[in-house]
């Protein structure tokens, strides 16, 4: 197929988490900045797909207008990961990570939308044997910081249908309080984002096992630590990490070194559909879990439905539970125990709403 044109949108659509807004993000976080990309070939079909962008969307889509697209038009691509790989030497100046990455997972994205589409075929056919067609997500919630506001947002979550919840408080006595709310039996994962010292996460990941927590998430800095974080792996907690990795090299670093129980490539990031099919391979080779990290509306979270119905080996999927002023391209209404049906159609089956790109698009 060969490429015709390479278009870059950020579109920003408000949304209210029921807090301040305050905690995991460098500044106020009020709004869900998607980095859209379409990709058009010779022949007129679109393909779509999307770079991470939460505060730092204008970087990605630099990246994708000043280096990538002038490389890709006129490429003819058969096939995408070829492409990636090709991408990932020639831009390795710039980074292997970061921003970089970001950019050519969007591309990528968009390129196998832009393959299935053409196939006419949804993109779990071309990606594995998987035919499931409804998906099981739990509430991610944001960090809130409050004793009594993250309680009542995690009972609300469950009365909206889910069954598991992710918090992402960093104090026992908040994350205490959410299991005090919502009782033992609802499943808690805990995820700091890399909050805690090497000590605090050794005596806290002690109480969460206790506790039966379902699993912990990035509870040191560097989250590359791999050293540190295979010493914090023990019985009855699963450690999950793995979001701010990039590539399957990474990825590779990190089982080697037994860091984590469970990877959570994050499909905008770790470099798209290629990057992420890498993981799901490397993780079914060792014997790991695979929990995509997913809290996106656009592309991307369609793109992880498709992962996870063509590949057995990725679990329950990710939901960011806020309410959005507008969405780009529903998926539908949660279902009760938190499932969404798999987008229908070819290719990742999303179409981006007119009315909401021409609304909240600024860039």
Known sequence: MRIRS???????????????????????????ETVLVKVVDEDGVVGWGEGFGYFCADATKYMLDRNLAPLTVGMDVSSVPAWNLLM???????????????????????????????????????????????????????????????????????????????????????????RQAVGDHVPISVDVNGAWSESEAAVNASALAAGGYTWLEEPIFPPEAFDALAALRRPGLPLAAGENWCTAVQFAAAADAGAADLLQPSVTKVGGVSEFLAVADLAEERSLGLLAHSPYFGPGVFATMHLAAARPSVGQLEYLYVKREASLADVGPVQAGGYLNLPTGPGLGFEPDPDVVRRYRRA
């Open 6 to 32: 390479v278009e870059t949108m950020i579109v920003e659509i408000p949304f209210d988490d029921g807090g301040k807004g305050e905690g995991i993000t460098p500044t106020t976080w009020n709004t869900l």
């Open 88 to 178: 990932q030497r020639r831009l390795h100046l710039f980074g292997r990570y970061g921003v970089t990455m970001f950019a050519i997972s969007g591309l990528d994205m968009a390129l196998w939308d832009l393959t299935a589409k053409r196939a006419g075929v949804p993109l779990r056919d071309l990606l594995g044997p998987g035919r499931a067609e409804r998906l099981n997500f739990y509430a991610s919630l944001v960090r809130y910081g409050d004793p009594l506001v993250a309680p009542a947002i995690s009972e609300a979550a469950l009365a909206d249908g889910f069954t598991d919840l992710k918090l992402h408080e960093i104090t026992m006595a908040d994350i205490r309080a959410c």
